[in-house]
């Protein structure tokens, strides 16, 4: 029969339950799978950032010797910063293993925000810039900002947990709704000088915003669920 000293003899220690419960859920680390997946997103994020590296350091116009052509724009680059970035995250994730996942569940919130901290401003800065729309830096750093309070809610204990959730949410939508706003503009004026159509006075809202139009619909759609998911 147990009696309650021995009940409580029998207890694990709280920060011995803690690290079990924290081992337990992050057991499929170690799993072959996982492994495996972290190694191919490596060496394919690692090898396109290696041949994106090679052919726009060599690139050269045609009909131009014009040597460092990107070099001179970088801004052209971001696709390579993009996938270089993204595989040392993957890179850091074997190391990881490698090592015995020694605190996994931290390395896992390290890893990932590590990476959307630098991808995701950058993704921002270069959809911005492709379609030669303003406010490039300004959304890009509201984008970190965003995956910063990310970082925190997911690193705090409540109420702070939420109070940086809200914050987030607030200027993620902010931010969102700013930018699809943008990139239907460009496509509305891009498709408007290229149709060159006159209309009717009587259209509806939704003519008038363009959505009518798979023209300016269907790129609009492609390009915002690209960035956004």
Same mark, same amino acid.
């Given at each position: ?16 339950? +803690? ?9 499929? &680390? ?5 492994? !495996? ?10 090898? $396109? +950032? +290696?041949?994106? +590296? ?47 996942? =020694? ?26 810039? $492709? ?9 890009? =750093?509201?984008?970190?900002? $965003? ?9 705090? @204990? @409540? @109420? ?10 607030? &200027? ?12 239907? =503009? ?19 809202? !939704? ?14 759609? $492609? !390009? ?6």
């Amino acid at each position: 029969v147990k009696t309650p000293a021995t009940q409580s003899f029998c207890k694990p220690p709280r920060h011995l339950a +803690a690290h079990t419960m924290s081992t337990s859920s992050t057991a499929y &680390l170690r799993t072959p799978v996982v492994q !495996a997946l972290d190694w191919v997103g490596f060496l394919s994020l690692g090898g $396109t +950032a +290696a041949v994106l +590296a090679y052919r726009l350091m060599t690139f050269k116009p045609p009909n131009k010797d014009i040597l460092y052509f990107f070099g001179y724009r970088e801004k052209g680059m971001i696709s390579l910063y993009v996938n270089l970035f993204a595989a040392v995250a993957y890179y850091a994730r074997i190391c990881s293993h490698l090592s015995g996942d =020694v605190g996994a569940s931290t390395n896992i919130i390290l890893y990932k925000y590590f990476d959307y901290l630098i991808t995701c401003p950058l993704l921002t800065f270069d959809l911005l810039t $492709t379609l030669n729309l303003p406010y490039k830096i300004t959304y890009a =750093v509201y984008v970190q900002i $965003t995956i910063f309070t990310g970082f925190m809610s997911s690193n705090t @204990p @409540p @109420p702070a947990k939420y109070m940086w959730f809200c914050f987030g949410m607030l &200027l993620f939508s902010y931010t969102w709704f700013n930018i699809i706003g943008l990139v239907q =503009v460009r496509f509305i004026q891009y498709f408007a000088k290229k149709g060159n159509t006159t209309q009717s006075r009587r259209v509806s809202m !939704a003519s008038k915003a363009g959505f009518r139009n798979k023209n300016v619909r269907n790129p609009l759609q $492609t !390009a915002l669920s690209t960035y956004f998911c």
